[in-house]
């Protein structure tokens, strides 16, 4: 158990060295004795002892942080340069092989159905490769106005409105568009990257032989409401919701008479591993969906469909925590952003009004990766390391970390849980590792709602996104556009725009004095 080890990392490492630490290591193992003896004697089936530890280190105000600078645990990287999201966890001793034949599919410029070793783009997709939008192994971000054509990074997904699948609870795609918007399509010239498309949605340079017309396109502009957000010192920020707009091919019927849609941004790989780590008992041990302590947070468990188990299961990647597990989001992205068939989805992804997108999907065999291809992108997307803290020791930083659970953003930015026990991947298992999320969802106020319900989650709700990374987003993607549509510009516009349950965190923030909201942001911004 590295545990242990986790918690020397002060020595030497660690800069900053923690006075509760002592209140700690005196006060757990009197607990453990008790909840052992007591779980160990008939009480809670299945109930791990280290969870328990990460349950009560996460629900009490001890707040013991073993090894601050390793938010990742031992697989940190010390790291701050714009590879800062790119590599290997430190203590990877599994299989550096097959992490790094991930890696090279990850990063695998895809090209149309053929004969080439990279085929199977599209027929409809958004991007050619895992990398365009995930740069870096970094967030995307919206363009600053216009189309979303060459802003990789973004996308849309459309379901029907008012309508749920009968058999998963899940979102009901569009018929003739599916469950996302697709604005490219195979056969133009050049063909992996059509600059453009005429007014019809056709090429509007040389057609292929397989030539399949995009479904359509969206842009975004930020010329609508807007929010006011006042600090009591004195001062005000306004916040622009973006609007977007659709023009939708009318060959597959055109504009939908209605349809739930939904903009988001890709998020980080780093640590994705270890969010998979967490145990679910922790997780259902942070849920309070009644709100049963009346703190006015809920949180709540979103109920997935697990397409490989066919049954509901608890989901925690995605903006709403709609994908349950790496595998099935991986597989996922593949079959919905680039058009690529694995064995989990066989089947290409195009409703049966588009015609030349059946017609140009059976050129090859499906599946078009095989299980060993997305076992290694698998491999690869559990084990990117995440970055160090930085500058532990600037006292702004420090004080900032207190304002920071002072004005309750720790009640769902959870700062330390232990991982359990992961088959087979010691370098995820038992680890420390400072996350900054509970994976639930949240009621986020009318400002950021999306109205697109998604499994569980409502058109208002959220999941608490990882915070690890945050201050290297710059550094790394060159931009700091943030939240689930990238509709932020930086840390404080984010803050602001929090809402729902988060009113009390937010209004927290601004009734600080100035001089203590740049300290917040810049203990933010060590993460």
Not at 231 to 238: L, M, N
Not at 497 to 514: I, K, V, Y
């Given at each position: 158990m590295n545990c242990d080890k986790n918690l020397n990392f002060g020595s030497g490492k660690n800069p900053e060295p923690n006075p509760s630490r002592g209140r700690?290591?005196?006060?757990?193992?009197?607990?453990?004795?008790?909840?052992?003896?007591?779980?160990y004697c008939g009480g809670k089936e299945g109930t791990?002892?280290?969870?328990?530890?990460?349950?009560?280190?996460?629900?009490?105000?001890?707040?013991?942080?073993?090894?601050?600078a390793f938010s990742g645990g031992y697989g940190t990287r010390f790291i701050s340069n714009p590879t800062a999201f790119d590599t290997p966890v430190v203590n990877l001793s599994s299989d550096g092989i097959q992490f790094n034949t991930g890696n090279n599919f990850f990063n695998r410029a895809w090209v149309a159905e053929g004969n080439s070793?990279?085929?199977?783009?599209?027929?409809?997709?958004?991007?050619?490769?895992?990398?365009?939008?995930?740069?870096?192994?970094?967030?995307?971000?919206?363009?600053?106005?216009?189309?979303?054509?060459?802003?990789?990074?973004?996308?849309i997904r459309l379901s029907k409105a008012g309508i749920s699948d009968p058999t998963t609870g899940g979102p009901v795609g569009l018929d003739s568009f599916g469950l996302q918007l697709n604005h490219k399509g195979i056969g133009c010239s050049p063909i992996t990257s059509p600059s453009a498309y005429d007014s019809n949605f056709n090429c509007t340079g040389t057609t292929g032989s397989n030539f399949t017309p995009p479904e359509g396109s969206a842009s975004v502009s930020y010329t609508g409401a807007t929010v006011v957000r006042n600090?009591?010192?004195?001062?005000?920020?306004?916040l622009n919701t973006p609007v977007y707009s659709f023009s939708w091919n009318v060959n597959f019927g055109g504009a939908?008479?209605?349809?739930?849609?939904?903009p988001r941004?890709?998020?980080?790989?780093?640590?994705?591993?270890?969010?998979?780590?967490?145990?679910?008992?922790?997780?259902?041990?942070?849920?309070?969906?009644?709100?049963?302590?009346?703190?006015?947070?809920?949180?709540?468990?979103?109920?997935?469909?697990?397409?490989?188990?066919?049954?509901?299961?608890?989901?925690?990647?995605?903006?709403?925590?709609?994908?349950?597990?790496?595998?099935?989001?991986?597989?996922?992205?593949?079959?919905?952003?680039?058009?690529?068939?694995?064995?989990?989805?066989?089947?290409?992804?195009?409703?049966?009004?588009?015609?030349?997108?059946?017609?140009?999907?059976?050129?090859t065999e499906d599946p078009e990766i095989t299980a060993s291809i997305a076992e290694s992108v698998n491999f690869y997307t559990k084990l990117v390391a995440v970055p160090a803290r930085r500058n532990l020791s600037d006292q702004d930083v420090i004080d900032g970390k207190v304002l920071f659970s002072s004005i309750k953003c720790d009640a769902c930015h959870k700062p330390l849980v232990l991982t359990g026990n992961v088959p087979g991947l010691p370098e995820l298992s038992y680890q420390y590792i400072k996350p900054y999320t509970d994976l639930l969802l949240h009621d986020m106020?009318?400002?950021?709602?999306?109205?697109?319900?998604?499994?569980?989650?409502?058109?208002?709700?959220?999941?608490?996104?990882?915070?690890?990374?945050?201050?290297?987003?710059?550094?790394?993607?060159?931009?700091?556009?943030?939240?689930?549509?990238?509709?932020?510009?930086?840390?404080?516009?984010?803050?602001?725009?929090?809402?729902?349950?988060?009113?009390?965190?937010?209004?927290?923030?601004?009734?600080?004095?100035?001089?203590?909201?740049?300290?917040?942001i810049k203990f933010l911004e060590s993460l």
């Open positions: 700690f290591q005196k006060t757990i193992p009197f607990l453990i004795f008790i909840l052992l003896n007591f779980f791990d002892p280290l969870g328990i530890i990460a349950v009560i280190a996460s629900q009490t105000s001890i707040a013991p942080d073993p090894g601050e070793a990279s085929s199977g783009l599209g027929p409809t997709f958004n991007t050619n490769s895992c990398q365009n939008c995930h740069a870096g192994d970094g967030r995307g971000a919206p363009p600053a106005s216009g189309t979303l054509f060459n802003s990789v990074g973004i996308l600090y009591t010192s004195g001062g005000t920020v306004t939908p008479s209605s349809f739930n849609f939904s941004t890709a998020p980080m790989i780093p640590g994705l591993g270890l969010l998979e780590a967490i145990p679910e008992s922790v997780i259902l041990g942070w849920a309070d969906p009644t709100d049963s302590d009346l703190d006015g947070i809920s949180g709540k468990v979103n109920m997935v469909w697990d397409a490989k188990n066919q049954k509901k299961v608890m989901g925690r990647f995605g903006w709403k925590a709609n994908e349950p597990s790496l595998f099935q989001q991986n597989q996922g992205a593949f079959l919905g952003d680039i058009g690529i068939t694995s064995p989990l989805f066989s089947t290409d992804n195009c409703p049966s009004t588009q015609t030349q997108c059946l017609a140009a999907a059976s050129g106020g009318p400002d950021l709602a999306d109205g697109r319900p998604d499994f569980d989650a409502d058109g208002q709700e959220w999941r608490t996104p990882p915070l690890w990374g945050l201050g290297l987003i710059q550094q790394v993607n060159g931009h700091l556009k943030l939240m689930h549509d990238g509709r932020a510009n930086g840390i404080e516009e984010a803050i602001l725009w929090h809402g729902g349950e988060a009113d009390t965190a937010r209004n927290g923030f601004q009734n600080l004095s100035s001089t203590d909201r740049q300290k917040l």
